[in-house]
């Protein structure tokens, strides 16, 4: 499995937050599907005030340039994409891996290292 982690700063509008939070906890089935095709096994967001941080776990051998390229080209992605960029403050013709910003691991604590 390999595990990547993003940031995004949503912009300072409260109501923009919290429907960007209310959307959310209703990703559109199509969405939701076409993220696990492309051998994404878990995705998960954080928020903290602005901040946004997301882990995605996924297959061995997911690509990140082609596998993301995949996702985009998804019936309804585009389309959820566009809608949420709105929330996040950004293009609605940027990719995703355009808004949000890989993360580069610092420190890991990993069972065995004593």
Same mark, same amino acid.
């Given at each position: 499995?390999? =595990?990547?982690?993003?940031? +995004?700063?949503?912009?300072? !509008? #409260? @109501? ?8 959310? *906890? ?20 954080? =928020?903290?005030?602005?901040? +946004?941080?997301?882990?995605? !776990? #996924? @297959?061995d ?7 993301? *390229?995949r996702l ?28 949000w ?14």
């Amino acid at each position: 499995m390999k =595990r990547f982690c993003q940031t +995004l700063t949503l912009p300072d !509008d #409260t @109501e923009l937050i919290r429907r960007y939070c209310e959307v959310h *906890a209703a990703v559109w089935p199509e969405v939701q599907q076409g993220i696990r095709e492309v051998g994404i096994i878990d995705m998960q967001i954080y =928020r903290a005030g602005r901040q +946004l941080f997301m882990i995605m !776990d #996924t @297959e061995d051998d997911f690509d990140w340039e082609r596998d993301n *390229a995949r996702l985009a080209r998804l019936p309804r992605q585009a389309e959820w994409e566009a809608y949420v960029a709105l929330l996040q403050g950004a293009d609605p013709q940027a990719a995703s891996t355009e808004k949000w910003q890989l993360m580069d691991r610092i420190f890991q604590l990993a069972k065995g290292d004593e």
